[in-house]
């Protein structure tokens, strides 16, 4: 892909939302997708645990934002770092199949993409077996989010607001729905077509 071709921007959360905290970064990349549209050439993506199918996903791009758990930092606040500082006691937490965001990096070298990267992310509290985050890590979330809108921001890259939601935006809120044919409930976000 030549140069010109590139995209501007991937944010990529990566994680295993099934060890609690260890789902951090995928869902800062739900709480973006939910309160910001962003321009063309820009994708929001949940990496989740893709493993070596990143590398692919990671094609095209002139930046990359990488959002997870990280090891090595201060558990108090969330981090950027640069994707060369990975491996001087700092590391995101995410090992996806086995294969590191170090790892996907060079793989990615190797392949001729050398987009720069940068991750943000915070300390997980616990990555024990369990669904949905620690409420310590969960009140990050928008620290985090504000922090990826920050840095496209200084890539020339505005993000919009969704319609009436403001930068803080509420939490998604789920309700049950009645019982409909197949008469099992069904979830569905308020506020969302029928």
């Known amino acids: ?26 869902r800062v990349v739900e709480h973006l997708n939910r309160r910001f549209t962003f321009p063309p050439g820009v994708e929001c993506v949940d990496g989740g645990t893709l493993g070596l199918g990143l590398t692919s996903l990671m094609e095209g791009f002139n930046r990359i934002i990488i959002v997870d758990a990280l090891s090595g930092v201060d558990p108090g606040a969330p981090r950027r770092i640069a994707a060369v500082e990975i491996g001087r006691g700092l590391s995101p937490v995410s090992a996806v199949h086995g294969v590191g965001v170090k790892e996907l990096l060079a793989i990615a070298r190797f392949e001729g993409h050398a987009p720069e990267v940068v991750i943000i992310g915070a300390a997980p509290i616990d990555t024990a077996s369990g669904i949905g985050l620690t409420p ?34 509420a939490r998604a809120v789920y309700r049950k729905e009645p019982a409909g044919d197949s008469g099992k409930g069904a979830q569905k976000k308020r506020g969302s077509p029928a």
């Open 1 to 26: 892909m030549r140069k010109k071709d590139r995209k501007k921007a991937l944010v990529l959360g990566v994680g295993n939302i099934l060890l609690r905290d260890e789902g951090l970064g995928v």
């Open 136 to 169: 310590a890590t969960e009140k990050k979330i928008p620290e985090l989010a504000r922090m990826v809108i920050k840095e496209l921001e200084g890539l020339g890259i505005k993000a919009a607001n969704r319609a009436g939601e403001g930068a803080q935006g």
